[in-house]
């Protein structure tokens, strides 16, 4: 492999890292944990009565770790599920309300913030770019029977 483009991969790999860490350090000040704050996030940011599958789907999570999320926070009494056709949905609880308020709308306002100091070009070239370097990693997997 070329040496800038290894330099770029792993300034790419790192930079993936680190925004990965900083959910982590967010998360834990918050009080609540990853795969928690995976599933409260979806349900914040996609609204009340999103579908299980969606939470699977939008976080990148495995089903395991949802499902496992779920449940605890079912035991808190922070969410239920409601069957719906082949699928169920999500809702909160009025303790899941106050509690999803204050951690992922907590973690989601600060993003917002975050973005707040970047123009609109800066947003939709980072969106841009992040979207063609998924499809690309996407296609080349596909092509690859070794990965």
């Given at each position: 492999m070329?040496?800038?483009?290894?330099?770029?991969?792993?300034?790419?790999?790192?930079?993936?890292?680190?925004?990965?860490?900083?959910?982590?350090s967010a998360a834990l000040q918050l009080g609540i944990s990853d795969s928690a704050m995976l599933v409260l996030y979806t349900v914040y940011d996609y609204g009340e009565g999103c579908l299980l599958s969606n939470v699977y789907h939008l976080s990148g999570a495995s089903k395991q770790t949802v499902n496992s999320a779920v449940r605890k926070?079912?035991?808190e009494d922070i969410l239920y599920l409601k069957p719906d056709g082949r699928g169920k949905r999500i809702y909160l609880t009025q303790k899941g309300k106050r509690y999803t308020e204050q951690t992922a709308g907590r973690l989601y306002a600060t993003e917002c913030n975050a973005l707040a100091t970047w123009t609109d070009a800066e947003i939709d070239a980072y969106l841009f770019l992040m979207e063609k370097y998924a499809q690309s990693l996407r296609e080349q997997i596909a092509k690859d029977a070794h990965v």
């Open positions: 070329e040496r800038k483009t290894s330099e770029r991969l792993h300034r790419i790999n790192y930079l993936m890292a680190e925004t990965d860490a900083l959910y982590h926070l079912e035991r």
